[in-house]
């Protein structure tokens, strides 16, 4: 099985940059799509970003598009959520997603469609 670990939160500031890790093992995620989602106490888990397992295809919710950046690096096995200009509208809880039954291209924005989390890592961004 996969086993993915959250790193990088922490408390900053609106406008600071931020870029949280994740580190996978037990099976190389080549072939994985990759998302971040992030929950807040009283609110469902929503997506924030996934990246394709092949031709490097990203996509982010509206209200991070712009600002952050997915990314992954299948040599070291991780991806990797850089966080810029952040609000404190983007306070939670960011977990890690693996998704292996999509296509090369695919960017899956629904929970179920993952199969793999991590613990989540907390970021909480000060006005």
């Known amino acids: 099985q996969v086993q993915l670990v959250e790193s990088g939160g922490g408390l900053v500031q609106a406008g600071d940059s931020l870029r949280l890790s994740c580190a996978a093992s037990?099976?190389?995620?080549?072939?994985?799509?990759m998302g971040w989602f992030r929950q807040t106490p009283g609110k469902e888990r929503e997506f924030v970003a996934a990246i394709s397992w092949a031709g490097g295809r990203t996509y982010y919710t509206d209200s991070v598009h712009g600002r952050f950046t997915i990314s992954r690096d299948d040599v070291k096995n991780a991806a990797y959520l850089q966080m810029n200009s952040v609000k404190p509208d983007d306070t939670g809880i960011y977990y890690c997603?693996?998704?292996?039954?999509?296509?090369?291209?695919?960017?899956?924005?629904?929970?179920?469609?993952?199969?793999?989390w991590g613990q989540g890592t907390q970021v909480t961004v000060s006005s």
């Open positions: 037990g099976r190389t995620l080549s072939t994985y799509a």
């Open positions: 997603a693996a998704a292996r039954t999509v296509g090369p291209t695919q960017t899956p924005t629904r929970r179920h469609e993952y199969a793999y």
